[in-house]
């Protein structure tokens, strides 16, 4: 259940204080008057004889059953919640759009169309409007029925997103039913969505932001590993905007690295506004860039994106490792051999990594093993990560039946559940006779397996940053074509007038009421 | 509530109050034989100035009652017999319970100058007066009272008396019937508003042996309570000997207190008319004697 007109911490305190004041109304009732006659008993037989209630009988307070019928008829009004209804609504269901996209960033624009929306909405009959906020999902503010002072409390949580606009997406997607679509945002994603819409929609604007005049942005920005080769380098790739004259240079970009400003080695222009930062450390910093002199449009001057951490993995090479491995180590440039103190990830028989808390590729044997290769992480068991991705691993292009042959046993894998990740294979298949220490799968499996074992996921694509808006938000925001006319829906009073108006005279009648009792007056 | 005080001795012994009782008399058909003489008629025959009866002489009867001119004609001695009056008990008994005291002005007051002034009529035809009180219990505060004298005394005991409870009149009444008193007169001075309800009064009053004079102390709104201004809206009524009676006056409640208090008036009425007794409404708000005069100038008081 839902309390549409209060909300429940008022609604708990207005029963506390009702309670409160029907208390002292009880203690505040009729004091009787004291009246001695030697007949008491008399009436006391009266009193017997007298029913308690009489529904029939002449009704003789005809003056005080129509005050106390107004005062409830006024308070019965009042709970309906009646509204001026503004002479703006054209009738038609009114569905109000608040756009908090990049483009209500600058200053208070977003605080303005709130103000603004609040104010239409409550000028507008309430079984007549739905409020949508322009998320991704259009999610409905405030339903049709619901009280306005609900939509305050929730525009409260709602702040502006740097992401572009919605509106024409939402648009395309609203219902054909006749109905007026209110807009609070920027003018600039209003004008390119209004071109499709249904006829039978119109669109009125409640708020339209500020054009920002010479608005340049980042419109886009992202990552990719280094095309040098390099292991632990990565190269970022930025796109600038400009809504007016030139777009910015190399030279109007400032990097920085986890808040510190760096240099990247070396900046190549591509061409229509894109920049390319070359071999950048890879080390799981967060990556930003940003114009060097901003804006009124601050959304798309700036942009960050956290770096994958490519620094080669550390590897220590214990007792019973096989001389295939270590000469693949040795060659992995992603892999650098180090100390067991030092080590991410430790290779060896199970007597050398026993007690090593970390993962590790164990040199086992038929006796200790059941399967030949074992992989073993939480929650593996049940479809893990390491599972879907054998193939990826390179055992898909084992050739299973030599190797069997090879060490005249079976030839199987087995993925199990565990605390910590580990994979364990025979010796005897990366020995010196086994066909896999031939095979060109062995140094891609090794590889794989130690750089799985190091929680290294793949990395192959573009990995854009988040939270950033697109070239037309940019272009957007220092939109100054002519715009439509601003049309407020309140009028002059407030719609909640009449409402506050039958309060205000059922309080005063309750008054007139109370002072007729205490004049005895009224029964 | 404190109820209100009794008349004071210097109201009650009034000489102009008292100088207006000259010419009543209190007097009932026939009191009982048996008293001291004095002026109520009585059946018994002796001395008198009365004649009653002739009958014959017989030795030791006085020679001087002897009616010569029957004699001459019959030749037999007849001897005239007169009437003996003497005096006649008179009991009064006075309700001095709150209801009695619990207006303003209460009604003990009028009940109180009522009681005087039926004691000084005794009195004065030298009847022997006892005076009683009836409240929670019933007391006998004055015996056999006789002679113009005592009316001091009846005035001072009255001036003594204070609100006495709840009223047991009933009680009070089996009481007294229980008690070995010569047949004469009670007078019943009370509103009759009684615990044990009219009827339990009534059947207490039925088994005295003495004539009775039943003095209801009423005011007029008592029968017409539209006359009281402050009966109006919600009202707790108290008569001083019961928790309050919340009521709301309505014009339906009225007549339904008019209804009862109707047939409570009529029951006393029709018991008295059964009886032979006298029943004097005495209104509380009028003046004491105005009322009595009209009754007791008539000579007889009871048939």
Sequence with gaps: ?523 | MNPAAAPGFEELFDPAFLARLNALTLRIGTAQKGGRLADQRTPARGQGSDFADFKPYVAGDDLRTIDWNIYRRLGKAFVRVFEERQDLPVHILLDVSHSMFVETPPRIGPAMRTVLALAAVALAQQDAVSLMTVGDDMATVMKNVSGKGGIARVAQVLADQAAGGRTGLAAALDRLAAMPLRRGLLILVSDFFDDAGLEGVLDALGRLPHRLLLVQMTRTSDADPALLADLDGDLVIEDGEHDGVAVTVTPELIARYQVAYRAFSDGLERFAARRGATLIRMDADRDVLDQLMPILASGRVLP
């Excluded at chain 1, 999610?139 to 029925?145: F, H, I, M, Q, V």
């Excluded at chain 1, 270590?326 to 650098?336: E, F, G, M, T, Y």
């Design chain 1, 1 to 523: 259940m839902s309390v549409t007109q209060f909300g429940w911490p008022v609604t708990v305190a207005g029963m506390i204080a009702l309670a409160g004041i029907v208390y002292l109304l009880q203690r505040l009732r009729t004091e009787r008057r004291v009246l001695r006659l030697p007949t008491a008993g008399l009436w006391a037989q009266a009193m017997r004889d007298s029913p308690a209630r009489v529904l029939g009988g002449r009704f003789r307070y005809w003056l005080a059953y129509l005050l106390i019928l107004a005062i409830v008829l006024l308070l019965w009004l009042a709970a309906a919640h009646p509204q001026a209804a503004s002479s703006a609504a054209d009738g038609r269901m009114q569905l109000f759009y608040l756009d908090n996209s990049a483009l209500m960033t600058p200053g208070r624009d977003l605080a303005q169309a709130k103000r603004a929306l609040l104010a239409d909405v409550r000028a507008t009959p309430a079984d007549r409007r739905a409020v949508v906020l322009g998320d991704a999902v259009g999610t409905r503010l405030l339903a049709p029925g619901e009280s306005a002072s609900l939509l305050s409390r929730r525009l409260d949580m709602i702040a502006a997103e740097a992401r572009p606009s919605r509106f024409g997406s939402w648009l395309r997607q609203a219902g054909r039913g006749p109905a007026t679509i209110r807009y609070y945002g920027g003018w600039g994603a209003a004008r390119e969505a209004v071109g499709s819409v249904s006829p039978t929609l119109s669109v009125r604007y409640g708020y339209l932001a500020d054009a920002v005049a010479d608005n340049r942005g980042i419109v886009a920005f992202g990552v990719t590993p280094a095309a040098s080769g390099q292991v632990g380098k990565a190269d970022a790739l930025v796109t600038v905007a400009a809504a007016h004259g030139p777009a910015p240079t190399a030279s109007d970009l400032r990097w920085t690295m986890d808040g510190r400003d760096v240099t990247p080695a070396r900046i190549e222009t591509l061409g229509s506004g894109r920049f390319v930062a070359r071999d950048l450390d890879a080390a799981g910093g967060m990556l930003g860039v940003a114009l060097a002199r901003g804006d009124g449009f601050a959304a798309d001057d700036s942009a960050r994106l956290r770096l994958a951490d490519r620094r080669p993995l550390r590897v220590a090479l214990l007792d019973g490792t096989p001389a295939a491995v270590r000469a693949v180590v040795a060659a992995d440039p992603s892999l650098a051999v180090v100390p067991g103190a030092q080590a991410q990830v430790v290779v060896g028989s199970p007597g050398a990594v026993r007690g090593i808390d970390r993962p590790a590729l164990i040199l086992s044997d038929p006796a200790s093993q059941s399967q030949a290769f074992t992989f073993a992480g939480q929650g593996e068991a049940d479809g893990g990560e390491v599972s879907g991705r054998l193939e990826a691993l390179g055992l898909a292009r084992l050739d299973a039946g030599a190797l069997a042959d090879a060490l005249h046993r079976p030839i199987g894998v087995d993925v199990r559940d565990a605390r910590r990740r580990s994979v364990g294979l025979w010796a005897g298949i990366v020995g010196p006779a086994s066909p896999f220490t031939q095979s060109p799968v062995m140094p891609i499996f090794i590889s794989r397996s130690l750089q799985w074992l190091g929680g290294r996921e793949s990395w192959t694509s573009v990995d854009p940053a988040g939270g950033l808006t697109d070239r037309a938000t940019t272009l957007a925001a220092a939109d100054g074509a002519p715009r439509p006319a601003v049309e407020p829906l309140g009028g002059a009073w407030p719609s909640d007038l009449p409402f506050l108006l039958l309060l205000l005279l059922a309080g005063i009648l309750l008054g007139v009421e109370w002072w007729l009792v205490q004049r005895r007056v009224m029964a």
